[in-house]
Structures are given as structure tokens and as C-alpha cells.
């Protein structure tokens, strides 16, 4: 088995400041996903990668960049977080393919704006 | 643009009554369906996958698709009191492209 590690856990900030979120796998999977999760709600996709120094847009964004520079690691910048962008901040990996594969997770990290 | 919607947003079972959570998503041609699991504070977890019409179980767990009306069920048999969580519901393309489409939960309270 294989485990995704995301850091920090939480992460507190003030607004207009650029904030980094790191994510780790050591499934040695293709696609890597960042999510945003606001108050037990849905999922909704941010960026993927479906392979080193690939991005793709996801639905959300705006106001975020990704970077994929080694096939184990998968980092997103808030560029300037707002008070309304607090939430949990979910990575994702899964095999190569295409979405027909499962995703696993890792346990989240929670941004705070203050 | 797919939807997935999730049906109840919360629902209370007492231990070992079965809990029947409802998903329904909009483009009949999505090809695979997953129940994700996610206890407070943690990451998912992936319950079952179901990829054609009729049932797949995965121990207590049940997924029932019926993709002509466009849902997909989750039973669970006998939940315990561990088993309360948000329950997602996440639909893939069948174009095949990367973008899972999640439902927004139900959230499972299972009482002693």
C-alpha cells in the first residue's frame, strides 16, 4: 500500500498573503488532484497533473497555481487568500488512465485567513 | 455539465437498521461510479466502485446503479456506530476524461 502525505495540516494566514499547500504519494501514480472541501460538502476540483510538469484546470482555478515538478509531489499556491477561502484542502492520487481509476486521499489540510 | 446530487443530507439509523443513501447524476453516459467514505477530519476512503447496471457489494457495503434513471444507491447493512460519516457519491466521465464529479454528501449519524 502506499500513503499521501499533505503538510501542513493547517495552515494559518493573513489576507493577500501567498500561501503554499505540499502533497506527497509514494503510490508512484500518474495523476495527482488538488480538491477544495468547504464545510463537509462536496468536492470540488482545483488542478490535476496527470504526469510530471503537467497541469490541467480544474472547475475552481481562479485564484490558485499548481506545480508538478517530480511525480511524487503535487503543490498548490493560494496567491492571495481571502477570508472566504477558508475550507479543507484535499490532495488526490490515482493511476494512470483517466478518471476510471480510483482516487486516494490524503487527510486534508485546513487553511485559516486571518 | 454533470450534476451529481445526494439524497438525504443527513439521516440518523439506529445500530444494525439498514441505511439506504440515494445519488443521482445527469449524463447517462458516465461510465464509472464510486461511494467514498470520509470520517471527521480525515481523507476518503473508497467504499465501492460499480461500473455497470445491478449490484456490487464490498463486505457491508452495496452500491445498486440503474444508469436508465440515473442513480446510484449505497446501502449498508447493519452500520455500527463507527460507520457514521459523510457519505460522497463521485460519478466519472464517459468520455473518460479526469474530471470525477463529487455529490456533496449525506451525512450518517448512527445511533447505539
Known amino acids: 500500500g502506499g500513503i499521501i502525505t499533505q503538510t501542513p495540516k493547517f495552515l494559518i494566514g493573513q489576507e493577500g498573503q501567498k500561501l503554499t499547500l505540499k502533497c506527497q504519494q509514494n503510490f508512484n501514480h500518474d495523476t495527482m488532484y488538488w480538491y477544495r472541501q468547504d464545510s463537509g460538502k462536496g468536492l470540488r476540483l482545483i488542478y490535476y497533473s496527470i504526469t510530471e510538469n503537467d497541469l490541467q484546470k480544474g472547475d475552481l482555478s481562479e485564484g490558485y497555481d499548481a506545480s508538478r515538478e517530480k511525480k511524487s509531489s503535487f503543490s498548490l499556491t493560494v496567491t492571495s487568500a481571502q477570508k472566504n477561502e477558508m475550507a479543507v484542502f484535499l490532495c488526490?492520487?490515482?493511476?494512470?488512465?483517466?478518471?476510471?481509476?480510483?482516487?486516494?486521499f490524503g487527510e486534508g489540510s485546513r487553511l485559516i485567513v486571518v | 455539465q454533470q450534476k451529481v446530487q445526494q439524497s438525504p443530507e443527513s439521516l440518523t439509523v439506529s445500530e444494525g437498521a439498514m441505511a439506504s443513501l440515494n445519488c443521482t447524476f445527469s449524463d447517462r453516459s458516465s461510465d464509472n461510479f464510486r461511494w467514498y467514505r470520509q470520517h471527521s477530519g480525515k481523507g476518503l476512503e473508497v467504499l465501492v466502485s460499480?461500473?455497470?447496471?445491478g449490484e456490487k457489494e464490498e463486505g457491508s457495503f452495496t452500491a445498486h446503479l440503474n444508469r436508465a434513471s440515473l442513480h446510484v444507491f449505497l446501502h449498508i447493512r447493519e452500520p455500527q456506530p463507527s460507520d457514521s460519516a459523510l457519505y460522497l457519491c463521485a460519478v466519472s466521465p464517459g468520455t473518460g476524461g479526469y474530471k470525477v464529479v463529487f455529490g456533496s454528501g449525506t451525512r450518517l449519524l448512527v445511533s447505539p
Open positions: 488526490a492520487s490515482s493511476m494512470g488512465g483517466n478518471s476510471g481509476n480510483t482516487l486516494y
Open positions: 460499480i461500473f455497470s447496471d
